[in-house]
């Protein structure tokens, strides 16, 4: 019986804002099928100049769309449009929803750009979560001003906090169940429900409710909370966890080899170490166990073959 994460959030842990529930199925805006969620398929260009008999670690994150649901705000109402140009709504680039603002190329070579692969010109649409990335990038001066031309955005919001944390206790104590006895097949297929239990719970968000009236042969799961905006919060939320991680490891002076998948990062073993995943204030939160949410552990080691072209070695780490 797969794990129900949309029954706890739309029935026992509702997101309540001053007593009251959320606006579960506000008309969305005609804007959020042009949000830009940032993706990576990225590679170092001096990933072939690595000396042979090096390591490379792969590394992928421990429940990130948990872990991303957990760390941001939601709309509590409705999206409603802001209208005026230029920095009408600067001051409020933390609320959710989304914003119209420039795509600027990225120069840098060290580290793929905050909005992906694709190769965007002139203006797009962005989630919150996104727009404030930009923010950061250019109060520090990596990132032009950013401009917010048009917005659909929500002033009231609330977190998910006993949602996630409903969740986060469940798979903690499952995740513990197998650690102490690994051959228990009962906990394992647990741990899978719930994993596709809260996976299914935010893919929902983007699927309409049925009408009234259609066929039985025809219907899909009732949800309650059909809000695309969520969705796209949850989403773009865990790509900018993500690629701040790669952002803070270049900092140090230790950027990725490479990026991929949303939540795979690659660092050699000397970078890798000097980075201390950990300890206190590295970019990288390790935990091979997996409980930790939105924390690292390693998937593969591979080290560099003997000659440029050649297949690398690899170690899969269970």
Request: with cysteine; glycine share 6%.
């Amino acid at each position: 019986m797969t794990y129900k994460a949309s029954d706890l959030l739309e029935k026992v842990h509702v997101p309540l804002l001053r007593k009251r529930p959320p606006y579960w199925q506000p008309k969305s805006p005609r804007v959020a099928t042009q949000v830009i969620t940032p993706g990576w398929n990225w590679r170092t260009p001096n990933a072939d100049k690595t000396a042979p008999g090096r390591e490379w670690v792969a590394l992928d994150v421990n429940a990130a769309y948990l872990a991303a649901a957990s760390s941001v705000n939601f709309a509590h109402g409705a999206l409603e449009r802001e209208t005026g140009g230029g920095d009408f709504v600067n001051d409020y680039h933390k609320a959710p929803g989304y914003y119209l603002v420039d795509a600027h190329p990225w120069a840098a070579r060290f580290m793929p750009s905050p909005l992906g692969m694709a190769d965007l010109d002139g203006r797009v649409w962005l989630a919150h979560p996104t727009v404030e990335v930009l923010h950061q990038l250019s109060e520090a001066g990596y990132w032009p001003q950013v401009t917010i031309w048009d917005a659909y955005i929500c002033r009231t919001w609330v977190r998910f906090r006993k949602w996630t944390q409903a969740i986060r206790d469940d798979r903690a104590a499952i995740i513990q169940r197998i650690i102490e006895n690994p051959a228990d097949d009962l906990a394992r297929a647990r741990y899978e429900s719930i994993k596709t239990g809260y996976s299914i719970a935010i893919q929902m968000m983007v699927v309409p409710p049925d009408p009234k009236g259609t066929p039985a042969e025809d219907r899909k799961k009732k949800n309650h909370a059909y809000r695309p905006d969520w969705y796209h919060t949850i989403r773009t939320q865990s790509r900018a966890n993500f690629w701040r991680v790669g952002w803070k490891a270049h900092l140090a002076g230790c950027a990725p080899v490479s990026m991929s998948n949303t939540d795979e990062m690659t660092f050699t073993r000397e970078d890798l170490d000097e980075l201390q995943p950990g300890a206190a204030g590295s970019p990288i939160r390790f935990d091979r166990t997996g409980i930790q949410i939105g924390s690292f552990k390693v998937k593969e080691i591979t080290t560099v073959a003997e000659s440029d072209g050649d297949e690398k070695e690899k170690d899969h780490v269970s």
